[in-house]
């Protein structure tokens, strides 16, 4: 039996019927509770000990198998906590010395390979696969000829070109499905290697073709799950995501009466996301026994029966006969089909990979940051909104995150209180001219009042000086205060000034004493979303940025 229940603070619950009927339960089980706040997930029984609790740092796509987690919990009386990150900042907390999680589940074990250079991670073992393929509608599929033969990357650049199809896809510097693709990318154009290799990156010809099939991107994002989501609100042409997320896709489209994806496995050679969950090491011995039992949990025959419910493919046994019918080979999914793997790159390959697709290859941004100088924001606020920025500028700073500009790319800064306080645009990515920029953010002054929608629709306007489809674009709020509230105002002018149509998305960074609300609107309405910068405006920054 699963509770849920919503603290006094405010914490917003998804409430999720789970364990009905999935798992044959004939041992005790306990009941659990389930808290979800922001990107964390809690499951815990009324007498775990939270001194033997697991605590995990996972990738987004893995928020579908909490069920399979809160089992464990009942069945074991004990709590597991989940952080959901992107892929670089599992890698990075890796690196830090593991940040004081009891174990790491990524997407890709190539995140583990590049973080845990000082080697605590143990028990390391794939729990499923999942292969990262283009998800198209089935009629314009069906209309370029890839439902009846195999589709090459070259058949799919010049479908883009030809302006035939655009698509979603994940950065390929924050997400491990968009590294991933990208890499494939690099395979396919390259006429499948054995393995990529630094040296083949300098070739001119590989980086056009690269960047022309980047141009088809009209929405991005940091996160594989948020990407499904996003995909969902909305009427787009294709993503690029997992199997798993596609076939899940799938399932809401069909019973929303939409039309069904159709999974294209480009015929170079796919990248596997092998979800390996490691244990990291930390010295307790009472963590390590209940992580080893939660993997042989999650590895045991029944269990894997339930992973393959979800789509997923699992290597311990075999696809069921009752299971195979959740990969529907009418939407492109045939498990019966010989997939070829595209191999990893060493680490040095993928570090400069990840470097010339974020300085030179991706589709430039046009990113607006609209930045609170009212007066609530003067001491620690100012002081960490301005350190947020130099992060940002800062080239040195901003490749520590795989987050520096590209050569094309477009950055504006509205500075508003209640009004318009002042606007620095700067083009490029050079050096002292991002550090200009911000050292003219660095000399405003807050004061005044707080009026959030002013400057957005000063953005809008701003973006009429710019061929919108030539960018990744967004608006990035930032706001520590309640704003008058003009929403009803902003959101006829968002639909009846052509902006809705031009899908530009206005994220929102929440700071002190903000009006969540307001926020989430503007998210819902523009399909964006709302990033938590209440204790690390820093880090929010860095993540909103990671969208686009």
Not at 188 to 215: C, H, I, T, Y
Not at 338 to 348: C, E, F, G, R, W
Not at 389 to 402: F, I, S
Not at 407 to 432: C, H, T
Request: with cysteine; net charge negative.
């Amino acid at each position: 039996m699963i509770k849920f229940f919503k603290p006094a603070y405010g914490c917003i619950l998804l409430l999720s019927l789970v364990l009905s009927g999935c798992i044959n339960n004939e041992e005790t089980s306990f009941d659990v509770t389930v808290f979800r706040d922001g990107n964390t997930t809690t499951l815990s029984t009324e007498n775990s000990d939270p001194k033997k609790a697991l605590l995990l740092v996972s990738g987004s796509e893995n928020r579908e198998l909490e069920f399979l987690l809160e089992d464990f919990c009942g069945k074991n009386d004990t709590a597991v906590t989940i952080a959901y990150m992107g892929s670089l900042d599992i890698m990075k907390i890796l690196a830090e010395g593991g940040g004081g999680y009891d174990g790491v589940w990524p997407a890709n074990s190539m995140w583990i390979s590049l973080g845990d250079t000082s080697f605590k991670v143990k028990h390391t073992v794939s729990i499923y696969q999942t292969p990262v393929v283009f998800g198209i509608k089935k009629s314009i599929a069906d209309s370029l000829g890839f439902t009846a033969h195999e589709v090459s990357v070259t058949d799919i650049l010049a479908a883009i070109q030809a302006k035939k199809f655009t698509f979603c896809m994940t950065s390929a510097t924050q997400s491990n499905s968009g590294a991933c693709a990208y890499i494939s990318f690099l395979y396919a154009f390259l006429g499948n290697p054995e393995m990529v290799k630094s040296e083949d990156l300098d070739d001119p010809a590989l980086q056009r073709s690269v960047s022309e099939l980047l141009k088809g991107i009209n929405r991005s994002s940091g996160s594989s799950d948020w990407l499904k989501d996003l995909f969902l609100s909305s009427d787009y042409d294709a993503m690029v995501n997992y199997e798993t997320l596609i076939i899940s896709s799938n399932k809401r489209l069909k019973e929303e009466g939409r039309e069904p994806l159709y999974a294209v496995y480009p015929k170079e050679g796919v990248a596997m996301a092998d979800s390996p969950l490691g244990y990291i090491n930390n010295g307790n011995s009472e963590k390590e026994a209940l992580f080893k039992k939660l993997q042989e949990y999650l590895l045991s025959a029944p269990v894997q029966l339930e992973i393959q419910k979800t789509g997923r493919r699992t290597g311990f046994i075999p696809i069921s006969k009752e299971n195979r019918k959740v990969f529907n080979a009418d939407e492109g999914i045939d498990i019966n089909k010989t997939l070829s793997i595209v191999k990893m790159p060493d680490a040095a390959a993928i570090e400069k990979a990840l470097e010339l697709y974020q300085e030179k290859l991706k589709k430039p941004s046009l990113t607006f940051y609209c930045l609170d100088f009212s007066g609530s924001m003067a001491g620690p606020g100012e002081a960490q909104l301005k350190e947020a920025v130099r992060n940002l500028l800062d080239q040195d700073m901003a490749r520590r995150n795989l987050l520096s500009a590209g050569e094309k790319d477009e950055n504006v800064f509205v500075l508003f209180n209640e009004g318009i306080r002042q606007i620095i645009s700067i083009s490029g990515n050079d050096s002292k001219d991002l550090l200009g920029a911000y050292n003219k953010v660095d000399s405003a002054k807050p004061g005044g009042g707080t009026d959030i929608y002013t400057p957005i629709v000063k953005c809008f306007e701003l973006m009429q000086g710019y061929n919108i489809q030539d960018y990744i674009s967004s608006i990035i709020v930032m706001s520590d205060g309640e704003s008058e509230d003009y929403f009803e105002e902003f959101s006829g002018f968002y639909k009846t000034s052509g902006m809705e149509v031009l899908d530009v998305p206005v994220f929102s960074i929440m700071f002190g004493e903000a009006n969540q609300t307001q926020l989430d609107g503007l998210a819902e309405l523009t399909r964006a979303r709302v990033f938590d910068g209440k204790t690390d405006l820093i880090a929010a920054f860095k993540n909103a940025k990671g969208y686009n």
